[in-house]
Each structure stands twice: as C-alpha cells, then as structure tokens.
C-alpha cells in the first residue's frame, strides 16, 4: 500500500451500532474517517470498570497506530505502548504520533519482550487470526498482565474452529468476563464504510492488488455471517478477561 498522503490510520472492521443515533462518540476531525474503526476499540474499552489513568497499558499488533493514539488521548492511561512485527508499521508510527506517554516497538506477539506483571490492561484487536501459534501469544498476555489485571480482546474465526478457539482461551486460566458476538455490529460498520474503503484502495493500491486488498480490509464481507450456521463463515467476538490475583 503507497499510503504517501499517511491517510491510512486504522485496518480494523470496525463496530458500529444497531440502532440509530447511537455512534455518537466525540471525535477529533482526524480521527472522524475512521469513526468505525476507533468505535471498536471504544467498544471494548469501555466494558471493564477501571481507573485508565492509572494504568499501563500494551496493544499487541498495534498496525498503523490508529487505535493505541485514541486509547491515549481519550481513556489518558499513564502509558500506551504498541508493539508490531512490521518494522514500516513501527517506524510509520513513531514518525506519525506525538504523545507523551505513547510509543510503538517492534515485538512478536508470541514472545513478548516485558517483563512478568508489567501492565494493567492488554488489548489485541483483530489480529490474532493470524498467529502460527496463538497459544504462546495467550501465554505471554498472562505472564505480562499484572495481578487483576485486563485482556480486551476482538478477533474473528471460521465457525468450525469456534470451540477450539474457545478452549485454548480456557486453558489460560484467565477469568472470562463477557463473551460477545458482535458480527452484526462490524457487518454494520463494514457496510457503512465500505465506499471509503474501495476509494482509499483505488488511490494508494496497484490495480493487480485491487481483488486481495477488498478481501483484506473487508469490502467483500470478510466471510462473517449473522447467525451461527453456513460453512466456511466467519463469526466476530469481543471477550473481556481478567487476570485474579
């Protein structure tokens, strides 16, 4: 992606509410073209009852920066690190962002490089669907998370896989909070967004890349169905877990 204007911020499917008038949040002008994006994040972050001014928090892939910037200026957490295993994404984001107390690094989801009990609050938004091993990566959220401690966590997966993806997030011994399906949300916010999308692709995309591009940022539906049946589909869920002391 040749994103030479740096418009390019967020890459999540973003959520979006149901009924009507209620993405009401108050965003800064640029940060309004990714509203449904940033709602995601909101989302998630506003299930767990915590003091964010008092935390440290990590986002595991981090991406383009979009989502920790927001988590920092809204929820002003003492620290917002983002840790990703794209080296341009890294260097995007500390050239891009400038907020004291927010920082980007480049680190491998499945070996955290922090030491035990180093942060308040862990999220990953949409990106573990494409981990080799997602256990480790659970591992390493438990070892980091101090006593009490939160995991936001929002992915995808095929249906098919749905109990062991459930299982594995078990065996973590992590307390789960809430468990929700929000595909009706993010087909909404995909819905919503879709013809920004398709323009940001035609500008910044070689026209060889248009067809895997739609089907990476979700213009073609990303193969989440509403409802629990249809082969080959892909169900969005939030899970809140909390790490007891």
């Not at 979006?16 to 209620?22: K, N, S, Y």
């Amino acid at each position: 992606m040749l994103d030479t204007d740096e418009r390019i911020l967020m890459l999540n499917y973003g959520y979006a509410g149901l009924e009507p008038g209620v993405d009401m949040l108050q965003l800064c002008p640029e940060e309004e073209p990714y509203r449904y994006e940033i709602q995601l994040y909101h989302h998630m972050a506003t299930t767990i009852p915590i003091n964010w001014q008092r935390c440290d928090v990590l986002e595991v892939s981090s991406g383009r920066g979009g989502g920790a910037c927001y988590i920092k200026r809204f929820f002003q957490p003492i620290s917002v690190i983002g840790i990703d295993f794209c080296h341009n994404a890294v260097d995007f984001c500390n050239h891009y962002y400038a907020l004291n107390g927010l920082s980007f690094h480049y680190g491998n989801a499945e070996a955290l490089d922090f030491p035990d009990e180093s942060f308040d609050i862990v999220i990953n938004i949409e990106a573990s669907f494409y981990y080799p091993h997602v256990e480790r990566f659970f591992s390493n959220v438990v070892r980091v998370l101090k006593p009490d401690g939160y995991f936001l966590y929002a992915d995808m997966r095929y249906l098919e896989d749905l109990e062991t993806w459930q299982a594995q997030l078990r065996k973590t011994g992590l307390l789960l909070l809430s468990e929700e399906d929000i595909t009706p949300n993010v087909n909404r916010a995909l819905a919503l967004v879709r013809g920004h999308r398709k323009e940001l692709i035609r500008q910044y995309v070689p026209d060889l890349l248009h067809e895997p591009f739609d089907r990476l940022w979700g213009i073609t539906g990303g193969g989440l169905i509403n409802g629990r049946d249809g082969a080959g589909a892909r169900i969005y869920m939030g899970f809140v877990f909390q790490k007891k002391s």
